[in-house]
């Protein structure tokens, strides 16, 4: 059965830095992605960035390129999150999403998925 685990999520005032982390257990397939989705109140769930381990990709959302950094790690299957500079417009519930395939922007490509961390940012 796959397990996905998030933590970290917190409030910070704008300016601040969080650190999310992803851990995935209990998949046997080779070709995975990982990736970080936020859903804000009233809004769609959008991709932040992911780690595709099938070819090697990283992907960032245009929103947090230059402010989220993602850290992964093939052998333990975690999926870190670095937020730095963070602003009121973050603030969501951060979800950690695990792929059969390559990265993805599309949530409904996503098969397994976390049950979400709250990351609020306060101007």
């Known amino acids: 059965e796959v397990q996905i685990v998030e933590s970290g999520g917190g409030s910070v005032q704008a300016g601040g830095s969080l650190r999310l982390s992803c851990a995935v257990s209990g998949f046997t397939f080779d070709e995975y992605a990982i990736a970080w989705f936020r859903q804000a109140p009233g809004k769609e769930r959008e991709g932040v960035s992911g780690v595709s381990y099938t070819d090697d990709i990283t992907g960032y959302a245009e929103s947090v390129k230059g402010r989220f950094t993602v850290y992964g790690d093939r052998s333990s299957h975690t999926l870190d999150l670095q937020m730095n500079s963070l602003k009121p417009e973050d603030t969501a519930v951060y979800f950690c999403?695990?792929?059969?395939?390559?990265?993805?922007?599309?949530?409904?490509?996503?098969?397994?998925w976390g049950q979400g961390t709250q990351v609020t940012v306060s101007s």
């Open positions: 999403a695990l792929r059969r395939r390559g990265l993805g922007p599309n949530p409904d490509e996503y098969e397994y």
